[in-house]
């Protein structure tokens, strides 16, 4: 009897399924998408973002990995997911394996929902019936993980007034902690102007929270806007902000990406000010100094696009956006630290037969191994 069990969960397990690619090669053109390192599987992930085709919205909720080794694009099939939506943040909760994700534009309107991804287990559950309060429905948001103090720092964005009345611009900020779940809104006295379009990252070296600014307007007079170009670093324990003037550095702008890299640097490449832009700075924050990369290679100009470091590997990955005209695209960018130059990714390797490599179509080598240990069993237990 026991080894017949022991056969019966063998062929069980030959069969569980394996997450594999449902047919296309990489991405689709979008902008608004995001992405971010998870370092518990090795890989960049990318998840939402969307697409104006002749005044038609197509939003996204699909999730994909990008192996920098490989240079393969896989979809990520799951259950449960956020519905359809674009201009959301997420960020990576180091000692949690998972990823918090907020806000955004959705079918139905901007969204105040709180989702979280848990990496070991491939499952999206939204926690918004655990929360007391929350942030209001927002989508150009800006967060970062501060993981000194376990906790998610969430700042502006846009939100929704009245239908046919202008969209509001927020700078508030708010702060999610896990013990137990909960949204609390800080008060420091000293906000950045309201704006959307700004980017936050935290930095493991000095361990701060720093955001790249986007297009701000005053509070009282809307009218008077404008885009930032000075470093602010978000003091948890403080509840204070200290802003960072450099003498020479990037023209101030919004929708540009930014990311940490480590050792007190952050990277930005492109975003927008009255056109889409292509250049590509380094922030070193211990000496409070930006200096300009100039590649051999350059990607084209664009906003709305987003980019991961993967350590490991030292590269950034960088994928789609949008330029001015609405010319949205689809390409895959590395920029790599040790040359300092930008590698556009060919056109990706084939895997619309992910069983092309398989022995039996339909059947991994672990399942086919299985299956056949199962056989053998079952020989020998006819022989007794």
């Known amino acids: 009897m026991r080894a017949t069990h022991i056969i019966l969960i063998l062929l069980l397990i030959s069969n569980i399924p394996i997450v594999t690619a449902t047919g296309e090669t990489h991405p689709s053109e979008r ?7 998870d370092p518990i599987n090795d890989r960049v992930l990318l998840f939402g973002g969307v697409l104006y085709d002749n005044s038609r919205e197509t939003r996204y909720n699909d999730l994909w990995s990008y192996d920098t080794e490989s240079e393969i694009w896989l979809e ?7 519905s359809p939506r674009n201009s959301f943040a997420w960020v990576y909760l180091e000692g949690h394996s998972q990823i918090l994700l907020y806000g955004g534009d959705t079918n139905q309107g901007k969204s105040s929902e709180t989702w979280i991804y848990d990496l070991t287990e491939n499952r999206w559950f939204c926690v918004d019936s655990e929360l007391e309060q929350r942030p209001p429905r927002l989508s150009e948001i800006t967060m970062a993980y501060d993981s000194i103090n376990d906790k998610v ?12 009345s202008r969209d509001q611009t927020y700078n508030e900020l708010w702060v999610f902690s896990f013990e137990p779940l909960s949204w609390t809104r800080m008060s420091p006295d000293n906000n950045p102007l309201p704006q959307y379009g700004a980017q ?3 930095d493991e070296a000095s361990s701060s929270v720093l955001m790249y600014p986007g297009h701000w307007n005053e509070v009282d007079d809307p009218t008077n806007h404008g885009y930032g170009d000075d470093i ?3 003091q948890y324990q403080s509840d204070s902000w200290v802003m960072y ?9 919004y929708w540009a990406n930014v990311n940490s890299v480590g050792a007190g640097k952050i990277i930005l490449f492109g975003g927008n000010r009255a056109t889409s832009m292509d250049d590509t700075w380094i922030y070193d924050y211990l000496s409070n100094t930006w200096s300009q990369i100039h590649t051999q290679n350059t990607p084209p100009d664009r906003m709305c696009s987003s980019m991961a470091y993967d350590p490991n590997n030292d590269q950034l990955v960088m994928f789609g956006g949008f330029q001015e005209g609405m010319v949205f695209l689809d390409d895959t960018w590395i920029f790599d630290f040790e040359t300092e130059n930008w590698l556009e990714l060919g056109e990706a390797t084939d895997i619309s037969d992910p069983e092309s490599e398989q022995s039996i179509p339909g059947y991994s080598y672990w399942s086919i191994f299985l299956g056949s240990l199962s056989y053998i069993l079952i020989k020998k237990l006819r022989a007794h």
């Not at 720092?153 to 046919?164: A, D, Q, R």
């Open 31 to 37: 902008f608004g998408h995001k992405m971010l390192y």
């Open 76 to 82: 990520i099939t799951s259950g449960s997911r956020p």
């Open 153 to 164: 720092i969430l700042f502006g964005g846009m939100g929704e007034n009245s239908p046919g």
């Open 200 to 202: 936050m990252v935290y």
């Open 232 to 234: 602010w670093e978000y």
């Open 245 to 253: 003037e450099a003498s020479s550095k990037p023209v101030g702008r």
